[in-house]
């Protein structure tokens, strides 16, 4: 049974830090590019960061780019998001998912506010 187990989120300040962690079991994690999404209050799921299988590629979206770090540790099945300069346009319910499969986790919330 596929399970992806976002971790991480919270209440942080603009320009704060915080590092977003997903636990994936069930498939073969190493063998699966992986991806985070937010969802941002009233608004549609958009991708945010995606890493290939081996952690060599990356992609991000250009309103993140040289702010957040997409990373993977596929010896832990883990996934992470280093996100740094926040900003309230960031809150949101982050998700982890792998393109190839159907799957989402229950999601982890990030909010970005004095």
């Known amino acids: 049974q596929v399970q992806l187990v976002e971790s991480g989120g919270g209440l942080v300040q603009p320009g704060g830090s915080l590092r977003l962690s997903c636990a994936a079991s069930?498939?073969?994690?190493?063998?699966?590019?992986m991806s985070w999404y937010r969802q941002a209050p009233g608004k549609e799921r958009e991708l945010v960061a995606r890493?290939?299988?081996?952690?060599?590629?990356?992609h991000y979206a250009d309103s993140v780019k040289s702010r957040f770090t997409i990373s993977r540790d596929n010896a832990k099945n883990t996934l992470y998001l280093q996100m740094s300069n926040l900003k309230p346009e960031d809150t949101g319910v982050y998700y982890c998912?792998?393109?190839?499969?159907?799957?989402w986790g229950q999601g982890t919330q990030v909010t970005v506010s004095s």
């Open positions: 998912k792998s393109p190839f499969l159907a799957y």
């Open positions: 069930g498939f073969t994690f190493s063998n699966n590019p």
């Open positions: 890493i290939g299988s081996t952690g060599y590629t990356t």
